[in-house]
């Protein structure tokens, strides 16, 4: 299996990031534009990375947040797919336990925490992923490929309106 590094592709963001700065800097009314198009499209570029992170992330988190409103609703949580689709489509008791676990859990999260948690359960859950799913590590090298096609795109239309 490839290593994607993954996690040095969403982290090496910061770095991208003060390289942008500098170029959002230029006080030339001609080049305006072009550097605006382009940081925007280096930003387009870092967002279509972290995506699987921050879907990971979100799914992991949610799917904790609707077990223990579950368990606080009915007091059992199983397995089953199917009974728990059941149980949440008819269960008021569920949607009023779901809403006080989120609100509870949005509102003592740092942006902090956020951050680690994305790292943890996000970046984290793809690398495990990428290790036992062919489809998964292929998926990622279109991602991944885009991304390069994309941001050299993105430099050559920068250098040549330079």
């Known amino acids: 299996m490839a290593n994607f590094k993954y996690a040095a592709v969403v982290l090496g963001r910061k770095e991208w990031e003060e390289c942008v ?8 009314d001609s080049l305006r534009p072009v550097i605006d198009a382009f940081v925007e499209n280096v930003g387009r570029s870092d967002c279509s990375a972290l995506t699987p992170a921050q879907i990971a992330w979100k799914v992991r988190r949610d799917q904790v947040l609707a077990d223990c409103a579950m368990f606080a609703a009915t007091g059992k949580l199983g397995p089953d797919l199917l009974e728990f689709e059941k149980t949440f489509e008819e269960n008021a008791k569920y949607k009023e336990e779901f809403e006080s676990i989120t609100k509870k ?9 956020n951050s680690q948690l994305i790292f943890k359960y996000g970046i984290g859950y793809v690398n495990i992923l990428l290790e036992g799913s062919q489809a998964m590590q292929r998926a990622m090298e279109a991602l991944l490929a885009s991304l390069v096609l994309e941001s050299w795109t993105t430099f050559e239309t920068l250098a040549s309106d330079l």
């Open 105 to 113: 859990f949005f509102s003592n999260l740092t942006p902090e925490q």
């Open 21 to 28: 700065m500098d170029l959002a800097m230029v006080r030339s």
